[in-house]
């Protein structure tokens, strides 16, 4: 019987060690999660928990052959914001909350998109805004109507009600934002309007943020 509770006190010190070596980790400091829609449901953004945790297969690769995965620069355009995690998440809670003047776009292709996405993303494939991969006219000139608040009298572009654009896809090597920009302001998009999240999601899963599977 001694060496029965012995053991359990062995057992209990031992949890209580553990909780004890396991430590928060918040987005930043006072701030565990933030809660954003996607889908019309509430998800909750945070980081993961588990101090040991660490990133994704999918996210390790050092090497990718550039080109075409190339580094992509700090800036990309002249105008256009090269954003971080909190100004996303800051943006995703905006538009949750009823600001229609947002979108943040992952400009992935839905291949990349069902292995998970920033909760609160739209998915707008790069190859939508590139003629080069086949969009035409009429669907781009749709696309910028039904989704970026733009509107069109007699072939001229009206983008006074144009939407602020946040915009990411794979990280730091990926082009498929970077095209989906370039395209847009060759468009005439203001590039104050366009916010770009460099890091995307390598970043993201970097610091084992929250994401959702894409549609």
Same mark, same amino acid.
Not at 3 to 23: D, H, T, Y
Not at 75 to 90: F, Q, R
Not at 101 to 125: C, E, F, H, M, Y
């Given at each position: ?65 550039? *080109?075409?995965?190339?580094?992509? &620069? !700090?800036?990309? +355009?002249?105008? /256009? ?5 909190? =100004? ?36 707008? *494939?790069?190859?939508?805004?590139? &003629? !080069?991969?086949? +969009?035409?006219? /009429? ?5 910028? =109507? ?70």
């Amino acid at each position: 019987m001694k060496s029965k509770l012995i053991l359990a006190a062995l057992a209990a010190s031992l949890v209580i060690s553990a909780n004890v070596s396991a430590k928060p980790v918040a987005i930043v400091k006072g701030t565990m999660e933030v809660a954003v829609k996607h889908d019309g449901k509430t998800v909750k953004i945070s980081r993961n928990q588990d101090n040991k945790n660490t990133i994704k297969p999918a996210f390790a690769k050092t090497s990718r052959p550039c *080109p075409p995965f190339c580094i992509q &620069p !700090a800036v990309l +355009a002249p105008g /256009v914001e090269t954003i971080a995690e909190n =100004e996303v998440i800051d943006y995703v809670a905006k538009m949750s909350g009823g600001d229609s003047s947002i979108l943040v776009i992952d400009s992935r292709t839905p291949d990349w998109v069902k292995k998970g996405t920033i909760p609160g993303a739209k998915n707008i *494939p790069w190859t939508k805004l590139n &003629p !080069a991969k086949g +969009a035409d006219p /009429v669907s781009i000139l749709e696309l910028l =109507e039904d989704e970026f608040g733009i509107t069109e009298s007699e072939g001229l572009l009206n983008f006074s009600k144009a939407k602020t654009l946040v915009l990411f896809c794979n990280g730091m090597w990926c082009g498929q934002s970077p095209n989906n920009i370039k395209n847009l302001l060759k468009l005439g998009y203001p590039a104050h309007k366009i916010k770009w999240y460099r890091g995307g999601m390598q970043d993201w899963e970097i610091l084992g943020l929250t994401t959702v599977p894409g549609k």
